[in-house]
Nanobody, 119 residues
Framework: QVQLVESGGGLVQPGGSLRLSCVAS????????MSWYRQAPGKERELVAI????????NYADSVKGRFTISRDNAKNTVFLQMNSLIPEDTAVYYC????????????WGQGTQVTVSP
């Protein structure tokens, strides 16, 4: 069965850092672009970052550009999100997804990991 399992979330102070991981199984990881989304209470789900199959292209939401870095290790079926200089507005549940261009977005989702940025 397909699984995407996120980890690394938690409670951090403003200015702190977290590194999220998403381990995939049950499909050919290297054939998919991967994305991170987030959703805060009462808000729509927001695309945070995308990385293509071989890491040739990376794209970020304007709100996180310069602070977050997406990367992947195809040998380990894992995608990462390094989050630096965190601010309270980054508080959300963060979701990993596997994307297909022919579908136009995610086809598989993880269950999410909570990130809370607060004093």
């Amino acid at each position: 069965q397909v699984q995407l399992v996120e980890s690394g979330g938690g409670l951090v102070q403003p200015g702190g850092s977290l590194r999220l991981s998403c381990v995939a199984s049950g499909f050919t990881f290297s054939s998919y672009a991967m994305s991170w989304y987030r959703q805060a209470p009462g808000k729509e789900r927001e695309l945070v970052a995308i990385i293509t199959k071989s890491s040739v292209r990376r794209n970020y939401a304007d709100s996180v550009k310069g602070r977050f870095t997406i990367s992947r290790d195809n040998a380990k079926n894992t995608v990462f999100l390094q989050m630096n200089s965190l601010i309270p507005e980054d508080t959300a549940v963060y979701y990993c997804s596997a994307d297909r261009r022919d579908v136009g977005g995610p086809v598989y989702w993880g269950q999410g990991t909570q990130v809370t940025v607060s004093p």
